[in-house]
């Protein structure tokens, strides 16, 4: 791996092989790699991550699907505990697996702000997931209503837009009091034994800067991309 090189990658388009063999760890969506094209990335060291929502619902309309969506994505919310959700989401973890994948990354874990009601299923869920991983790495991202009990069933937490988030006029630091109280999550993160990640959002070496160096005061390795996660 190159100097300049993240420890991690979150890419989700297809191909561009080469470069992310350079990587030691890829969050990859399922559908876009096959069997052949996982092997050539593990025989040159990375370690592949499939994605998995958990809480959001992007298929056909389903049972388990709620009325409301994710206004920003399109997804469809979930009834997290609903039965078919979950053998669906643990089946998707199993396929991933069997496809070759090194372990999953999972996604859509905050449902505190959504469905507070769901986060002791969301946790249950997480728990299924890792009796059917085993040993294989899972990484989390956020998930902060179900510290410090998710730090107990996974390998790594990434903090999504912890200095730096996208907006509908492009990308931003966060303001001064959403700062702080990132800041209070990651002192509360530092405290647990999990890799710790931070995934911003930039588009100049300005903001970007600040998004790395800030990210390393709280312990955290820093990956900086674009809204569409398309950087290599």
């Known amino acids: 791996m190159s100097a300049d090189r993240a420890p991690i990658c979150f890419y989700y388009g297809n191909g561009k092989l080469l470069d992310l063999a350079e990587y030691p760890r890829v969050v990859l969506q399922p559908a876009f790699y096959n069997a052949e094209e996982l092997a050539f990335l593990k025989s040159h060291g990375a370690q592949c991550l499939g994605y998995l929502s958990l809480s959001e619902d992007t298929g056909p309309p389903a049972d388990w699907q ?46 505190e702000l959504t469905f507070p009601e769901d986060v002791p299923h969301l946790l249950t869920l997480v728990a299924a997931i890792r009796a059917e991983a085993g040993p294989a790495y899972l990484l989390a991202n956020r998930g902060f209503g179900m510290l410090p009990r998710l730090a107990e069933l996974v390998d790594g937490v990434v903090f999504e837009s912890f200095s ?6 492009g990308y931003a630091p966060w303001p001064p009091d959403v700062l702080e109280f990132h800041a209070q999550i990651a002192e509360q993160l530092l405290r647990l034994e999990v890799d710790l990640y931070a995934l911003d959002y930039a588009d100049d070496p300005g903001l970007t800067d600040f998004a790395m160096r800030r990210a390393r005061q709280f312990g955290m390795q820093c990956i900086v991309s674009d809204r569409a996660l398309s950087r290599v």
């Open 66 to 111: 709620r009325v409301e969506r994710n206004p920003d994505w399109g997804g469809t919310f979930v009834h997290v505990s609903h039965p078919g959700w979950v053998s669906h989401v643990v089946g998707q973890a199993r396929d991933a697996l069997a496809a070759g994948f090194d372990g999953l990354f999972l996604d859509t874990l905050n449902v």
């Open 164 to 169: 730096a988030r996208w907006t509908e006029d």
